[in-house]
């Protein structure tokens, strides 16, 4: 954000409305001024079929939440969470997640519990059987006896309602052998005999709807069996308090959850069966286009607090979104610049804060002088406005034009304290007392001149020029750098790599070897090292340029170290134009003062006065042209480094800007014709 920013996100929304509401729908939206419209229009097939779809998914939600409401007894349900319009959709899709997650424990928790239910049942069954049949046979009686298939003979145990005794005794034949018992309302009967009976006992167990009850071919007592079956009975009841327990509180975690969901469901399902019928009727609005994520909310609480009843549902799009800037406030004047230029596609940065940070040097050093820099800020302020050049002053455009335009005379203002000129002067000491000296004779000056920044000094003024240049373009290629590996451009990667490699060692032992200048304190070996990895980063930008341009990437790579050079070259207009202001603003006064000193020897009295009138007409006439041009100049130089020297390097600039559906009333509007 502070170096690069990025454009906001957007979602491409349908918005469906019924007709009646649709002017009082755009007037909404272009009072929020949040909606890029694509498309406004009728209701399409598709439309209806996703609103269809839509009002389906509402009411499996509805069955869902029915599903679960039957486990619940009757109860009233406090809601403490907040509850907004703004995210409606957002907080039932969570819900119905959740709602799903929570159902498909429920049902896991009561289909065990259903099973442990029945599996205590069962033994509690064969319990009380038992226990008859161990009056009768004995404890001794081994458990497989009970449940018996043999070629020979069989026997089983059944058991049935104790008056249907007699009748199922009177239709068996004499030759089996019955012991039975009364467990309560219930008899208990083991019947024995050959296998060819089998059937007969079947047929008379159907006949007085009794049960027969299996038991597993163990091998060992029925006493003992019944003590198993006992322990068993007992774990199986803890299981099933523990799964009772489980299942209360999951219901009861989740109550609040299934009253909210169901608020959430009344709201929503009412408005889609009002967008549905108004569907059926002819009477629906579609609008599709780009929202802002960050406005989304607001969108849908003021449509849910002044329409009532509308959809926004999000679309798959191969449509190429909108660019919306987003910048700290301080940058935002300079967000024209970047518009000039083209704003930034999908995907890419917003170079409008380093831009800033560029224009403010730039502009800053080239026209470094404090009285120029408030006599600007002056101009833009009580000025520009009245100067017959602007068609009107309030529209956005030239507003934001003439904030940047105010940073820019404050950073020159700025540079200008800090190199200490004023109006092509500078203040000096000697003694303490002050004196204003040309600012081209301060090197030459005995005085004492303080400054942070000798911008006085053309080669020192050059020199800082480059070293800005130098650092400026290698921003760029570092930029493209990681735009390279962003797109996973190999080519780029390696050719801006292999440059920034080249350039990192090479110029300090150029600097070494061909100036005698140490700019880092190595020995000879290590230079020849620096020589060496200088080569390697070449090899490697040429392999990249040729990855890029094929074989014309063989001697293309010339190019890219060429293109240093002059590029930085370039950036020595900083200090042409910087020198010319104070100098220019030097001789301008100088010639001022030579014209009042040449009126004042002509006569003793009027001369000076005619003298003094002639100097302040001459030294304004020509400061304002030394100011209006510079500042121009300036400018415009500022913006030809940051195009073509730096943007061109790594931003593209392809995107379309954002546009939203707005409501602008202008309060002052131009009328007329220029004849």
Known sequence: MLLLSTPERLRYVRLLVPKDVSDKTLKLLQGLGVMHVEILGELSDEDRRSLSKRVEDVRAFSNLITALESYYNVRVVSIEREVSVENLEELLSDAFNKLSAVHRNVENLVSNKRRIADEINDCLKRLRVLEVLKDKVGGGVKVSELSFRGEMLFSLVAVGKAGDLETFASTLPKDLVMTWGLAGDEFVVLVMGPTGALSMVQEAISRVKAEVVEFPPLDISLLEYLSGLQRRVDELKLLLSKTERELSDLLSSNAELLALAKVLNEIVESRLNALLNAASGEYLMAMEGWVPEDSLGLLKGRLSSEIGTYLVVPVPTDKKPPSKLRNLKFFRPFELVTRFYGVPSPGEWDPTPILTYSFLVFFGLMMADVVYGLLLLLIIKYVLDRSGFIDNPYSPGYVSLKRMLAVLATSATIFGVLSNTFAGYSIAFRDGVIHLVVASDVKSSSLIVPSLINLTDPMLFLTL?????????????????????????????????????????????????????????????????????????????????????????????????????????????????????????????????????????????????????????????????????????????????????????????NGSEFMPLTLKIERHVPIGRVK
Request: net charge negative; aromatic share 14%; proline share 2%.
């Open 465 to 653: 020029a480059l070293i800005i240049g130098l650092v400026h373009i290698n921003i760029g290629h570092a930029l493209s750098l990681a735009v390279g590996v962003k797109a996973r451009d190999s080519g780029r990667v390696l050719s801006e790599a292999g440059l920034l490699i080249a350039e990192a060692f090479s110029i300090p032992y150029i600097l070494h070897e061909f100036l005698h200048y140490d700019l880092i304190p190595l020995s000879i070996e290590w230079y020849g090292y620096m020589l060496y990895t200088s080569l390697a980063g070449v090899l490697v930008m040429v392999i990249g340029t040729v990855k890029l341009m094929g074989a014309v990437g063989l001697f293309m790579w010339i190019f890219n170290i060429t293109g240093i050079l002059g590029d930085v070259l370039s950036y020595s207009r900083i200090a042409g134009l910087g020198i010319a202001t104070y100098v220019m603003a030097a001789n301008f006064n100088k010639l001022s003062l030579g014209i009042f000193e040449y009126f004042s020897g002509l006569t003793p009295l009027v001369g000076p006065l005619i003298g003094l009138l002639l100097m302040f007409v001459v030294a304004a006439f020509m400061n304002a042209f030394n100011l209006i041009f510079g500042s121009i100049g300036g400018f415009v130089h500022s913006m030809r480094l940051c195009f073509v020297e730096f943007l061109l390097k790594w931003y593209e600039g």
